[in-house]
T-cell receptor
Framework: DSGVTQTPKHLITATGQRVTLRCSPR?????VYWYQQSLDQGLQFLIQ???????AKGNILERFSAQQFPDLHSELNLSSLELGDSALYFC????????????FGDGTRLSIL | GESVGLHLPTLSVQEGDNSIINCAYS??????FIWYKQESGKGPQFIID?????DKRQGQRVTVLLNKTVKHLSLQIAATQPGDSAVYFC??????????FGAGTRLTVKP
């Protein structure tokens, strides 16, 4: 058990809809990272927050947004969903903000019908 | 993009043998490298890491080797066990905090 909790485990929705994925980092970790894992793109870094502030941005679409709250949990919002957004979405956390291991949750599987 | 899933490179070893999983990384400025193990239905699990100022690091049954000249990283698993069967990813990180994952290698351990 990594200590990172993601909810929900599975999400099924339709094109055009909006969903929110939630992540609770390990106790004491200040950084939260979001990744997308799909069959044709592998694990892709989306965005990082450190102590409530955006720290780094990867291949995140404009339709996607995230935030980290004062209690350090994070939410990833996906809107105007398309079939191609179907993937596993992982959250990871670390103590600091760079050059250290990231510990992953077990992901949210998003299926767009 | 890189592929995972059905088109992953595969390594099959006999239980008790040593395994070597290789990875070529892309950015010569990367400072930090990590190996992760991902089992079906789970998130990537940290195995071992190494910084760019080192060329070898050992853990319990695992060793990571870094060759910066040819931008190559390898993971050696000693006395491979059935529980080691999983997909293994290398990842590199530079000073922009962007962690880039390799395509992954599927390790299958035969009893």
């Amino acid at each position: 058990d990594s200590g990172v909790t993601q909810t929900p485990k599975h999400l099924i929705t339709a094109t055009g809809q909006r969903v929110t994925l939630r992540c609770s980092p390990r106790s004491g970790d200040l950084s939260v990272y979001w990744y997308q894992q799909s069959l044709d793109q592998g694990l892709q870094f989306l965005i990082q927050y450190y102590n409530g502030e955006e720290r780094a941005k990867g291949n995140i679409l404009e339709r996607f947004s995230a935030q980290q709250f004062p209690d350090l949990h994070s939410e990833l919002n996906l809107s105007s969903l398309e079939l191609g957004d179907s993937a596993l979405y992982f959250c990871a956390s670390s103590v600091g903000h760079s050059l250290e291991p990231q510990h992953f949750g077990d992901g949210t599987r998003l299926s767009i019908l | 993009g890189e592929s995972v899933g059905l088109h992953l490179p595969t390594l099959s070893v006999q239980e008790g043998d040593n395994s070597i999983i290789n990875c070529a990384y892309s950015n010569s400025a990367s400072d930090y490298f990590i190996w992760y193990k991902q089992e079906s239905g789970k998130g990537p699990q940290f195995i071992i890491d190494i910084r760019s100022n080192m060329d070898k690091r050992q853990g319990q049954r695992v060793t990571v080797l870094l060759n910066k000249t040819v931008k190559h990283l390898s993971l050696q698993i000693a006395a491979t066990q059935p529980g080691d069967s999983a997909v293994y990813f290398c990842a590199e990180m530079g000073d922009n905090n962007d962690m880039r994952f390799g395509a992954g290698t599927r390790l299958t351990v035969k009893p």
